[in-house]
């Protein structure tokens, strides 16, 4: 967790907080804590001065994407709910969104950021970010979107050598959420390695470096019923600021396949002219 005294001032004395994943960092100031590892494996977080408020009867051990652990708790139950380094690797970040609305009151919500998931921390890395990952995390007018994070996320060395020293500012390094009363959440398809690619280079190239924004504060925003989103829902920002005809070029330049196969920007084009 990025500052967890800043996450101890959304919390009042007299809340009831709930904690999501915790035990491998385990936060004592919940009193009730639900992860798939027991309570005899959780291990001590950064505020090991802070006495533990909840004991072993106050542990759910369980899968948090199922629906049976959480049929343990009662529509706003809690006054706080903390989930932290944890959508990001599960199946289901989707179920377990509405879970939390469902049960809790308000809460903070903690992922690496785009920028940090899909940069490599050096150019030979095999791997952007962390390869247990399953999900990108974008916030957009208070809206969780989820990209699930594919192959295409690997390909390129997409910070370059030039801009690697940002990873070692933690502002560029995670994406944070204080949210009161509800939120919205979704999944993005992808658009396909062509344009996801393209975008993910768009995305470093035009960053504001100067001014990260890594906290979200997201106030009674209900969910808007989707879960899913395809294709023709959605444009990614390369979209929005380029040609398609252009994208396709510029990652067939990029992958030296324009002259080795002609036909690919058409067959691409026939494709996705139809969504």
């Given at each position: 967790m990025y500052n967890t005294e800043n996450v101890l001032k959304l919390i009042r004395d007299e809340d009831r907080v709930l904690d999501i994943g915790g035990a491998a960092e385990v936060f004592p100031r919940?009193?009730?804590?639900?992860?798939?590892?027991?309570?005899?494996?959780?291990?001590?977080?950064p505020l090991g001065d802070i006495p533990e408020q909840?004991?072993?009867?106050?542990?759910?051990?369980?899968?948090?994407?199922?629906?049976?652990?959480?049929?343990?708790?009662?529509?706003?139950e809690f006054d706080f709910v903390i989930c932290?380094?944890?959508?990001?690797?599960?199946?289901?970040?989707?179920?377990?969104?509405?879970?939390?609305?469902?049960?809790?009151?308000?809460?903070?919500?903690?992922?690496?950021?785009r920028f940090r998931e899909c940069a490599k921390s050096d150019s030979k890395a095999p791997v952007s970010g962390w390869e247990h990952h399953r999900w990108i995390l974008d916030?957009?007018?208070g809206t969780l979107i989820f990209t699930p994070k594919l192959h295409w996320a690997n390909q390129f060395d997409y910070l370059g050598d030039k801009r690697r020293h940002y990873l070692d500012d933690f502002n560029f390094q995670f994406t944070a959420i204080?949210?009161?009363?509800?939120?919205?959440?979704?999944?993005?398809?992808?658009r396909g390695s062509v344009v996801e690619t393209e975008n993910q280079f768009y995305f470093y190239d035009v960053y504001d470096y100067d001014h990260p924004q890594p906290f979200h504060r997201i106030e009674?925003?209900?969910?808007?019923?989707?879960?899913?989103?395809?294709?023709?829902?959605?444009?990614?920002?390369?979209?929005?600021?380029?040609?398609?005809?252009?994208?396709?070029?510029?990652?067939?330049?990029?992958?030296?396949?324009?002259s080795d196969q002609p036909s690919r920007m058409k067959r691409f084009f026939s494709w996705a002219w139809r969504l």
């Open positions: 919940a009193n009730v804590v639900m992860d798939v590892l027991p309570y005899e494996a959780r291990m001590l977080g909840f004991t072993r009867n106050d542990w759910y051990t369980g899968d948090i994407c199922a629906p049976q652990i959480w049929d343990h708790f009662k529509y706003k932290s380094h944890v959508l990001e690797d599960i199946r289901d970040p989707i179920f377990v969104c509405g879970q939390m609305i469902r049960v809790a009151k308000s809460g903070y919500i903690e992922c690496p950021s916030v957009e007018e204080h949210w009161i009363g509800s939120f919205d959440y979704v999944e993005r398809v992808t009674n925003m209900p969910h808007k019923g989707k879960t899913f989103i395809w294709f023709s829902d959605f444009k990614l920002p390369i979209e929005k600021s380029m040609l398609l005809e252009e994208i396709v070029y510029r990652y067939e330049k990029r992958t030296k396949t324009l």
